[in-house]
């Protein structure tokens, strides 16, 4: 409608939009209903050309806000899984069904040292000193990152110019440095809530 027509007639409008966050189909609170209820208005405007990345919790049980398809990028998905990342792709079940891809960030522990030391090295980042949930959420964010990298040689190199990463609150902040560093042709945008 009005709002695909609008998006087209402005040059420097997102082709291409992931956006990232620990409630895309988890539902805890308020940036959920956020996502979830401008979903419709991005799926309405850029048609499957919008995917929301998430954590995988559910591995092996059914969860009711994500309905897996296998037919979804599925030479992308051999691709990823033959990198080593661990995804399910599908539809998250909220008006306007948006593409959500799931990641299983656990692997990722094994590297945590790492992946902060480059933190650091990159951007002064200091995870010396952070508490509670800090390591888990920087992981999913590592991995949310990985997922965004790999879709994009893999997907979308060749295809469209002006694709955005959207990180939602701390618990994306690192994925958003990661993209920043590893494909810079990708704009990252930071939003807290």
């Given at each position: 409608?009005?709002?695909?027509?609008?998006?087209?007639?402005?040059?420097?409008?997102?082709?291409?939009?992931?956006?990232?966050?620990?409630?895309?189909?988890?539902?805890?609170?308020?940036?959920?209903?956020?996502?979830?209820?401008?979903?419709?208005?991005?799926?309405?405007?850029?048609?499957?050309?919008?995917?929301?990345?998430?954590?995988?919790?559910?591995?092996?049980?059914?969860?009711?806000?994500?309905?897996?398809?296998?037919?979804?990028?599925?030479?992308?998905?051999?691709?990823?899984?033959?990198?080593?990342?661990?995804?399910?792709?599908?539809?998250?079940?909220?008006?306007?069904?948006?593409?959500?891809?799931?990641?299983?960030?656990?692997?990722?522990?094994?590297?945590?040292?790492?992946?902060?030391?480059?933190?650091?090295?990159?951007?002064?980042?200091?995870?010396?000193?952070?508490?509670?949930?800090?390591?888990?959420?920087?992981?999913?964010?590592?991995?949310?990152?990985?997922?965004?990298?790999?879709?994009?040689?893999?997907?979308?190199?060749?295809?469209?110019?002006?694709?955005?990463?959207?990180?939602h609150e701390w618990m994306t902040g690192l994925g958003a440095l990661y993209i920043n560093k590893n494909v810079p042709q990708i704009?990252?945008?930071?939003?807290?809530?």
């Amino acid at each position: 409608g009005f709002n695909k027509v609008r998006m087209n007639k402005l040059k420097n409008s997102p082709e291409f939009i992931f956006e990232s966050s620990w409630e895309v189909c988890n539902k805890l609170g308020g940036i959920y209903t956020v996502l979830s209820t401008r979903a419709k208005t991005l799926q309405d405007t850029l048609e499957d050309k919008v995917i929301f990345i998430g954590p995988d919790f559910w591995k092996g049980k059914k969860n009711p806000l994500f309905k897996e398809d296998s037919k979804l990028f599925k030479s992308w998905k051999q691709t990823a899984q033959e990198e080593g990342l661990q995804v399910r792709i599908g539809r998250w079940n909220i008006p306007g069904k948006p593409i959500a891809i799931l990641v299983d960030f656990m692997p990722y522990f094994s590297i945590k040292d790492q992946i902060y030391t480059d933190l650091w090295n990159d951007y002064q980042v200091d995870s010396l000193h952070a508490y509670g949930d800090y390591d888990e959420a920087s992981m999913f964010s590592y991995a949310a990152g990985l997922v965004v990298e790999s879709f994009y040689h893999h997907e979308l190199e060749t295809k469209y110019n002006n694709i955005i990463y959207q990180a939602h609150e701390w618990m994306t902040g690192l994925g958003a440095l990661y993209i920043n560093k590893n494909v810079p042709q990708i704009a990252t945008i930071f939003t807290t809530h």
